[in-house]
């Protein structure tokens, strides 16, 4: 199993993707948390601690960027190791701005296989 | 009070060309309209001829009735319009009213003249009304002409002067009937490209939904696409228990099936955005011979399962043009990867790439099935399925990659065609200009 007790939030609001990341990320040993809502999201990484945190932009509530900003103006309590987007959104601005808001990376849910995206997981924790 | 203004044949057919060109070499019905009304007077100089007044009336079909349309600029216009208890837009005639002039000229397609306004204001307003109005503007005579389209009368113009009928020549009368024909062509021209502008607008419009409606459904298509993917990889890799050969099997294809609609999808999504203009693309100088070279690196392998000979060949050390990287690389990892699928085993797959004057030339040949000529015209087009290749081919694509292909190359200003013979092979040569 690769890298036990790295902790993992999975921040996503369709419920099957959610689940779907979740169960993939356990099966690969990590400690999973999840949150569907924006303000949830938010809160959630407010606390902080986790070692990736998995960000999708569409969200209800309050959005991926929005939560971004938001987290330069109050930062974590506790940091986070690492900030990746996840997202469908191939348009490059979007991608650009968030990456100006301090996320490390970019997923794009539809392009990887489960492998590729546990893949790309493990190079974020590194 | 009239200058001598001598009509001769010459003059009347100079002013008529004179007066159809104005016309005709306006489309929009409004200009048209006035223009009817004003180009006469002014410019073929009738008011110094004692023509003061000017109006088109047209027939609206639906509400039976005879429209004022439009009316000259002329002070005597203006003080008619004072004068006048309805509006100039309100003054319609009702096709039943039989004893208005206006009317009898609409139905017997023949000119009249009148000395007296009510016969043309009856019966909306009165007669004390319309004389009112005709004192006002000091209009002693008006000749209706009606203005007829092959053969139909869709309208009557009013040419209001200030002397008598007796003091009209022979000359004046052959160039306002010669005129109400030439409004009549204008007017149906007019309306004819109005009604084109309008429904060109609609389509365009409805294309813009169509698009925005593909581009949408593609998006929405992608979150499930993304779960039935993971959750079909997690059955058949993270199953608890160990799945039989046959479920294994059947979740496989499930999952290849899956793979081939998000490839669709994918590919309708980027039709949507070409055809919406919307492709965006990261022009910048370009050398292609890299490009072509990583499109070689990862196709090798496939060559090397299939035992297909694979040669990238260029005599010339770089190839500079004007593109967006990315894109150029899915063009050749398009063409040189149908290449390599239509190949049988052990066949023979070349790509050359030469400088000629201003262009590069890359040409891609393959050992593959070949295709018909009458399939040739087919290839390029929208989910095109030949069956000569696919029935030689376990592999299915989704019939729009040589569509998209070729539309990016179009949108790099290259070109792309196919040389092909059943049994012996394809020869795709693609160019681009260099700079």
Redesign the interface.
């Known amino acids: 199993m690769a890298s036990p007790h790295k902790k993992i939030l999975v921040v996503e609001d369709e419920d099957r993707l959610n689940d779907l990341y979740v169960q993939l990320l356990e099966a690969e040993g990590y400690a999973v948390d999840s949150a569907k809502t924006g303000n949830e999201a938010f809160e959630k990484i407010h606390e902080g601690g986790y070692d990736l945190v998995l960000l999708d932009i569409v969200l209800p509530e309050i959005d991926g960027i929005h939560i971004l900003q938001k987290l330069k103006k109050e930062p974590a309590k506790k940091k986070n190791v690492a900030i990746v987007l996840l997202t469908n959104l191939t348009e490059n601005e979007t991608i650009a701005k968030a990456l100006k808001e301090g996320v490390s990376g970019y997923l794009i849910k539809s392009r990887y296989t489960p492998d590729q995206f546990l893949d790309e997981v493990k190079k974020h924790l590194n | 009070m009239t200058k001598k203004y001598r009509l001769t044949p010459e003059h009347i057919y100079k002013a008529l060309i004179d007066l159809q060109k104005i016309l005709l070499d306006t489309l929009d019905f409004d200009k048209v309209i006035d223009k009817v009304v004003n180009a006469m007077l002014f410019d073929l100089g009738f008011v110094e001829l004692g023509y003061k007044v000017i109006v088109l009336t047209l027939y609206d079909e639906k509400s039976k009735v005879l429209k004022r349309i439009a009316l000259s600029q002329t002070e005597q216009a203006e003080r008619a319009l004072k004068a006048s208890s309805v509006p100039f837009r309100e003054i319609d005639i009702p096709i039943s009213a039989s004893d208005n002039f206006l009317i009898r000229t609409l139905k017997t397609k023949k000119p009249m003249v009148t000395h007296y306004w009510p016969d043309i204001f009856r019966p909306i307003l009165s007669d004390e009304d319309a004389l009112k109005n005709q004192t006002a503007a000091g209009i002693k005579t008006s000749m209706l002409f009606p203005i007829t389209v092959r053969n139909q009368a869709i309208g009557v113009m009013i040419f209001s002067m200030i002397k008598s009928e007796k003091e009209v020549t022979e000359g004046e009368k052959g160039l306002i009937q010669g005129f109400a024909d030439i409004v009549g062509l204008s007017i149906e021209n007019s309306k004819l490209f109005t009604a084109t502008k309008v429904a060109n607008e609609k389509l365009k419009q409805l294309d813009k939904l169509k698009d925005e409606f593909v581009s949408i459904a593609s ?1 929405e298509l ?6 039935i ?3 079909i ?2 059955a058949i ?2 199953s608890p228990t160990p799945l039989p050969d046959q479920v294994k099997k059947n979740l496989q294809i499930a999952l290849d099936s899956n793979e081939h609609l ?1 490839y669709l999808v ?1 590919d309708m999504l980027t039709i949507s955005r070409i055809e919406g203009k919307r492709f ?1 693309m990261n022009m910048e100088k370009t050398d292609l011979i890299p490009v072509i070279d990583q499109v070689y690196n990862e196709l090798a392998i496939k060559a090397q399962t299939k035992e297909i000979e694979f040669s990238v060949t260029h005599e010339v050390p770089n190839c500079f043009i004007m593109g967006d990287k990315e894109k150029l690389r899915e063009i050749f990892m398009n063409i040189a990867g149908n290449a390599l699928k239509f190949t049988p085993e052990k066949g023979v797959v070349k790509v050359i790439i030469e400088k000629k004057d201003h262009e590069v030339i890359i040409s891609i040949r393959d050992t593959g099935p070949g295709i018909s000529k009458a399939n040739i015209p087919k290839l390029f087009q929208k989910f095109v399925r030949l069956s000569e290749s696919y029935a030689k081919t376990k592999e299915s694509g989704t019939g729009l990659g040589l569509y998209i292909t070729k539309q990016i190359i179009e949108l790099h200003k290259g070109k792309i065609s196919i040389e092909s013979e059943v049994d012996k092979g394809s020869t795709f040569t693609i160019t681009f200009p260099l700079v």
């Open positions: 998006h992608r979150t499930p696409l993304t779960a993917k993971g959750y990889w997690l890799n993270k998000a994918e965006n």
